[in-house]
Every structure is written in C-alpha cells, then in structure tokens.
C-alpha cells in the first residue's frame, strides 16, 4: 500500500483489533491515520517502470484498503469488492462453462436464485439443481459428472436453516467442486467458511459490512489462486467494480463490525426468548434457541447466533400486516444489517413472486415476518414488539 504500512504485529488475532488495523497505512504526506479516498480514474504509468495502479475499474488505493482488510477478516488471500452483492454472484457463476452443473441450496436469497435460473441457466446454458443441502446424502445424490459448483448460504433466508459446512466442504473435495458460501447472514465475525473448508465466500456489503444502510456493495473471498486470478479477471471486463466512496463507506463500517455484530446477536437473543413464549407467535425460529434443529451445528461452526429472527405469527396475513404496520422503532424495509432494526414480511414483499405451494415448502407462511435487529436498546425493541402483538388481539376483538 502506498505510504507507511502500520507494521506487522504477529500477537493480533482479536478480531476486533483486525477490524480496526487491517488493511490501514499513515497516509506520507499529512501523517493521517485514516486512509484518504483516492477519486482518481486514472493514474500515472510509464512503459519502463513497475506500477501497481492503472485505471480504475481495475483497482485503486481506496479499494485496495478494503479488500486487505475483509481478506484479513475472512482468513483469506484474496478479495474483490464489487459494485453489489449480485456482482459478486455474477463473477462466481463465470467460472462455470456452459454444460456444467451447479448444486444450491433450494432456499438462497431470492436474488441469487433468479440469477441462477433466468440468466446461469436459460442465457448461458448452465446446468441447475436447487435441493435440501442439510441432507448431506441428497446432496451426493444430485452430484453429476459434470458438477463444478454447489453455491450454499447458511443460515438460510428468510428461514434460518443451517447447513453443515464442514460435510458439504468434505464431500466437495472428494469430488473436485468448487464450495461457495454466502456469509452475509454471518460476516466474518460469527463464521469464516474459509476455515471449514469452503473455496470462496460472497458477502452482500450492503448488509453488516457496511452497516449503515448507506452503500451497495459485495465481495468474494478466497485464498486459491487460480480462482482469483479467473475472478478478477471477470470482474474487471464486466465492470462491476465499486467506487472510491463507497469503498470508503465500507472500510469505515467495519471498524465497528464486531461490536455491531455481538451487540445484535445479544439483543436477537433476548426478543427471540421473549417471542417463543409469547401466545400470538405459533414458532419462534432463532438458532440460538435449543429449539432450533440447528442449533447445536450453528454453535459448533459459528461464533454467535445471528442478528436475524424469523416468526411465524398465529392467524393470516392480515394480522400479520397489522404486525407489521404496528411497529414504530423498527422501520418497515427489506435488507438487514443495519445499525437500525428492519421488519419485513417475506409472502408480501422478497417472497410475493414465489408460488404459494413453493413458498409453504420452505417454511415461508403467509404469517412469517423476519426481524433484523440493529443496535437499539432490548427494552425499547421488545416493548415495540409486544406493542405491535396486542395490536393483533384488538383485530380479532374487533371482528367478533
């Protein structure tokens, strides 16, 4: 990195200290301990000297800044921020030929999932199936010969299952196929997928990286060569590189990512023991509960349990709406991760394109609203939700 790099301390390993450090230089000619964002598009070059910087849809110092320290976080070698989720998922599936087979989780975010069937699919000829990947058995099943890729996100959207990364890297390395894991619900605090064996892991930068519902952003992680040199290769021919601000933005939200994460993870867990008792609420999904058919696998390949709770709520959509529309301190929009608490309703809003019949196998009712829960104190949070609970008992008062 241009300037004086901080030096190498080999006692770091808290992730917090990572967070803050990685990735980071004393800017030479001011002496600032913060990087400067660097809006050049271009940058000088001579044809008989070594340069690290061209033009910037191939790199810059601001992004380069960022990527050091996700790569740091994740335990990887490598990092290539994108310009969005998508475009993180967009230079994965190129590695994959036409007449190849990949293997995802039938439950991914909805995003991913279209990509894969309308663009991977029908535009490139890519082979699909999307199955139970918690069933390690179905899964060599659907192996074919020509399988390259299974793409998996854990815990799942909206409904919070958790797959077995470690079985799923196993059989994928007895079979030669690349392991892609979406860590966005986790980042890399809770659960670095590298570490269990995963090839690459995606990040939605938008969501917990970030922080502060104020970028898009993504990136890809891994420390295999080969993989990375095909991905930044693709990446820098499709264009969907980020800017300087917003990696700005991004190098700034995870300073505080840690502290972020634990304080939600904290709160999740104290709503998602409050709304498992609470006689409007007919399941409470949370892997930090021991009801939770994950739980003991969350516990023993993440360091936490999520800032997301899932609920289905006794009754039908309406009162599910009426839920919804009760709450005050949570704000009433799709995407999760921010310092501020999200509510959405899934059969309403990411999910209304899903078949009925498709979205019930999933385990995604018309009462299921998800809760992304932010910084704000467990009191304020849970007295907002009990509020909006009785709201449901004065509609059913109302009609009878």
Do not use: W
């Amino acid at each position: 990195m241009e300037g004086k790099d901080k030096p190498h301390c080999p006692f770091i390993k808290g992730e917090s200290t990572k967070a803050v450090h990685a990735g980071q230089y004393v800017d030479p000619s001011t002496g600032a301990v913060i990087p400067p964002i660097y809006t050049s598009s271009t940058f000088e070059v001579f044809a008989d000297q070594p340069y690290k910087y061209i033009y910037g849809r191939f790199g810059g110092p601001t992004r380069t800044v960022l990527e050091d320290a996700i790569a740091a976080l994740e335990g990887g070698k490598f990092c290539i921020a994108t310009s969005s989720g998508m475009g993180a998922v967009s230079i994965i599936c190129h590695l994959i030929k036409p007449g190849e087979h990949i293997i995802g989780n039938d439950d991914l975010y909805g995003g991913t999932s279209v990509y894969l069937k309308e663009i991977a699919v029908v535009k490139e000829g890519i082979q699909l199936d999307c199955i139970d990947l918690r069933d390690l058995k179905a899964f060599e099943a659907a192996i074919k010969p020509n399988t390259k890729m299974v793409f998996c996100e854990t815990p799942t959207n909206p409904t919070l299952r958790v797959l077995d990364l470690v079985g799923i890297a196993k059989i994928c390395k007895e079979k030669k196929i690349i392991m892609v894991v979406d860590n966005t619900f986790c980042s890399p605090i809770m659960q670095k997928p590298l570490e269990l064996g995963a090839d690459i892991v995606m990040h939605s930068c938008t969501k917990y990286i970030g922080g502060h519902s104020d970028l898009i952003m993504g990136v890809v992680v891994t420390s295999n060569d080969e993989l990375h040199k095909q991905m930044k290769a693709v990446s820098n021919l499709l264009g969907c590189c980020p800017g300087p601000f917003d990696c700005y933005l991004a190098s700034r939200g995870l300073k505080t990512l840690p502290l972020r994460v634990h304080r939600s993870c904290e709160t999740a867990m104290k709503l998602a023991e409050v709304l498992a008792k609470h006689p409007k609420v007919d399941v409470c999904i949370y892997p930090g509960l021991t009801s939770h058919p994950g739980h003991e696998l969350m516990k023993a390949q993440a360091k936490g349990f999520g800032g997301i709770i899932t609920m289905n709520i006794k009754g039908d959509t309406a009162k599910a709406n009426l839920f919804y529309k009760s709450l005050s301190l949570f704000g009433h929009a799709v995407s999760l991760g921010g310092v501020e608490s999200l509510v959405s309703i899934p059969a309403m809003i990411t999910h209304k394109g899903v078949p009925a019949d498709v979205r019930a196998k999933l385990g995604i009712l018309e009462g299921t609203v998800r809760l992304s829960i932010g910084i704000e104190d467990f009191e304020d949070l849970r007295d907002d939700l009990l509020h909006a609970l009785d709201a449901i008992q004065d509609l059913t008062f109302s009609l009878t």
